[in-house]
């Protein structure tokens, strides 16, 4: 039996939670798109008070631009157990995470298993468009459509857009942890970040009803600019087996395409096959309890070539039982068919695959489908889709449950509260 896991992946959910929610925006202000100035000087003795400070870390708060970097580290002692880089484009929508962790850190299976563990090592990614979402891992692409048709994603991982990763994508709709009273201003230094003059703050804050003390260097901007944070991630007696419990987060912020992150072709390719399927992906049927026959309906327009992208049937009896992620499992199911959709119809061993392109452009557009018609009797054929060009899989996002990590999900929300 064809078995999708994912393990690792809440840890992006869990860290984009961590890190990502005292920094949404709300851009309501007339300032709230405008760009650090370059030439800033010496902090004025007003902002070196108390209050200066105060209204500084509210006006960053309030006032993040719309396009912005990041980079975050996240320490247990001197340990590294995980690393974010991160741009954010609120205007368009669009929004890149790649992420990485230490495997060990997370304890159970995933220190365990050589799988699990090359998911933290070899990094996750998220993708976040208007015209989908994905997780990225190990060479598969887990894509969602758009928020306002995905609804809440599956009970264990929602879609990016229904995720605490969200509120960067509605910035609105959050307000800044450092604004408001229930932050209170302990020290103000004058210092440098990244090359410019900044002030060094020394606030606490009221997070899940702990007192929270973190340091943040603030760009002596108009409007200010957070540059640089340091904090400790508050402990939840209701999650006595959080791995980010007590730990250390660094985290630097970049302004003008300073942190040059590109987004892989792969993973934009990736959301343009995007894909609704009459049949949830990876269950049996023939029984009565699923159809042996289905339809694939193609979601975007994104101008792949039909000859780039190949369907498979696979044999689901011959791959490893004990694999932990989908992309291992596809990787190594062999391969009983396989067709180019600009071969457009295949039989081979009683299934029959048609790919219809409904505006003849030869390339894959949205209304575009693809029927399965199974063997009579016999459980459904297992087909899935591979980019040849990037060589990923892509798969539907919203029907897989990715079990092994739904503590840290909990986490994740339990920290929002």
Not at 36 to 45: E, H
Request: net charge negative.
């Amino acid at each position: 039996m064809l078995r999708v896991k994912t393990r690792a992946l809440l840890a992006t959910l869990l860290l984009a939670s961590l890190v990502l929610a005292g920094c949404a925006s709300n851009n309501n202000s007339p300032n709230g798109g405008t760009t650090p100035d370059s030439t800033a000087t010496t902090p004025s003795s007003s902002q070196l008070t108390p209050a200066g400070a105060k209204a500084m870390l509210e006006s960053a708060a309030k006032n993040v631009p719309d396009k912005f970097g990041m980079s975050a580290l996240v320490f247990q002692g001197a340990r590294q157990i995980m690393s974010m880089n991160a741009s954010f484009d609120n205007a368009s929508k669009t929004s890149y995470v790649e992420l990485r962790g230490d495997p060990a850190a997370f304890g159970g299976a995933s220190a365990s298993n050589e799988e699990a563990a090359a998911l933290f090592q070899n990094g996750f990614s998220i993708y976040t468009t208007k015209e989908g979402s994905l997780y990225f891992a190990n060479n598969t692409a887990f894509v969602f459509p758009p928020a306002n048709e995905s609804g809440k994603g599956s009970s264990l991982v929602p879609s990016p857009e229904s995720s605490a990763f969200g509120n960067f994508l509605s910035p609105e709709d959050a307000v800044g942890a450092f604004a408001g009273s229930n932050t209170t201003v302990q020290s103000v230094t004058a210092t440098t970040c990244h090359g410019q003059g900044a002030v060094r703050v020394v606030f606490a804050s009221q997070e899940g009803g702990q007192n929270v003390t973190a340091t943040g260097d603030l760009l002596n901007t108009n409007p200010p600019r957070l540059c640089h944070i340091e904090t400790s991630l508050p402990k939840n007696p209701q999650s006595p087996a959080d791995p980010f419990a007590g730990a250390t987060m660094r985290a630097d912020f970049y302004y003008n395409d300073e942190l040059k992150l590109e987004t892989p072709e792969s993973v934009t390719r990736a959301v343009g096959l995007l894909y609704a399927s009459s049949k949830p992906p990876f269950s049996f049927g023939g029984s009565g309890e699923e159809p042996t026959n289905f339809t694939w309906t193609f979601s975007n327009s994104a101008g792949i070539a039909l000859s780039e992208v190949e369907v498979q049937v696979k044999d689901e009896t011959g791959g490893s039982s004990s694999s932990t992620s989908g992309a291992t499992d596809l990787a190594t199911l062999p391969t009983k068919m396989s067709m180019k959709l600009s071969e457009h119809t295949k039989t081979q061993d009683g299934v029959t695959l048609t790919f219809t392109d409904v505006d003849g452009d030869g390339k894959v557009s949205k209304g575009d489908k693809l029927d399965v018609v199974g063997p009579s009797g016999e459980p459904a054929p297992v087909v899935v889709m591979k980019d040849l060009k990037t060589g990923i899989y892509v798969v539907p996002g919203f029907e897989l449950a990715f079990v092994a990590l739904a503590m840290l999900g909990a986490v994740a929300l339990a920290r929002r509260k």
